[in-house]
């Protein structure tokens, strides 16, 4: 029989993670911040390599994981911060209602959705128009910024690029300088860029440099989870 387990998702698109190469400022140097995502990106995606729904908003990029479970009555009772009411799952500690199905008179069934913020919009992260694509600025630290792109295509799906692990940063250093700001407690060695705006041009440009991290297929049906309210 299985459990009701409530899963956090983890998948590529972490934006969040220190990258191997940082700049000087959000990027580009010479657009204003957005003050929301533009319309176009906004809706439900899959990601392609493992399936994780992800939802773009006006200020904000999710992931939602979608679970189904069955269970027993007496398992749901005796969990803390955790009850049936009126034919739904109430869980007082995330102030939601979980819609359930009986299968019987001891055994229920339904979907869980849980939520993992990737990115919001912020003073620490801000959102740019580059050239028909979204360049998402995160602040790390004081002059310490990642960058990572959106960019859509003709399908209106999404490719998101950021600087990681696969990044040739030699390439990096043909175009700008770096200044390397490892610290003994870094796992991998660390840079610092302050390319001028059309330095930046030719970086966004080479995929050695910004190569794709996932591409984001959109998804037409809303039905595909329940409802969410987003705070």
């Known amino acids: 029989m299985k ?3 409530i899963y956090t998702a983890f998948i590529v698109l972490a934006i969040s993670c220190s990258p191997p190469v ?4 959000p990027y580009p140097i010479d657009e204003d911040n957005l003050l929301t995502i533009p319309d176009e990106y906004q809706g439900l995606y899959m990601c392609e390599s493992d399936s994780t729904l992800i939802h773009v908003g006006s200020t904000y990029i999710v992931s939602i994981e ?3 479970f069955t269970s027993h009555i ?5 969990k803390e911060n955790c009850a049936i009411v009126n034919d739904e799952i109430y869980l007082t500690e995330r102030t939601e209602c979980i819609p359930i199905k009986y299968i019987n008179d001891t055994i229920v ?21 580059y050239q028909g694509n979204i360049i998402l600025s995160t602040q790390m630290k004081n002059n310490e910024w990642s960058i990572d792109i959106l960019s859509i295509d003709k ?9 990681n692990e696969a990044s040739e940063i ?14 003994l407690t870094d796992e991998t060695p660390r840079y610092k860029v302050t390319p001028t705006q059309k330095e930046f041009d030719v970086l966004f440009q080479n995929n050695k440099v910004f190569p794709v991290c996932e591409y984001l297929i ?6 595909l989870i329940q409802p969410i309210i987003y705070y």
């Open 74 to 78: 007496n398992d749901i009772n005796q």
């Open 3 to 5: 459990y009701l387990i």
């Open 155 to 163: 399908y209106k799906n999404v490719m998101y690029r950021a600087i």
């Open 22 to 25: 940082v700049f000087n400022d």
């Open 218 to 223: 959109r998804v037409n049906s809303e039905s």
């Open 170 to 183: 030699d390439e990096i250093e043909k175009v700008t300088p770096l200044k390397n700001i490892t610290k």
């Open 66 to 68: 979608s679970v189904k």
């Open 109 to 129: 069934e339904g979907i869980t959705n849980d939520i993992d913020t990737l990115w919001a919009l912020s003073p620490q992260s801000v959102a740019r128009n």
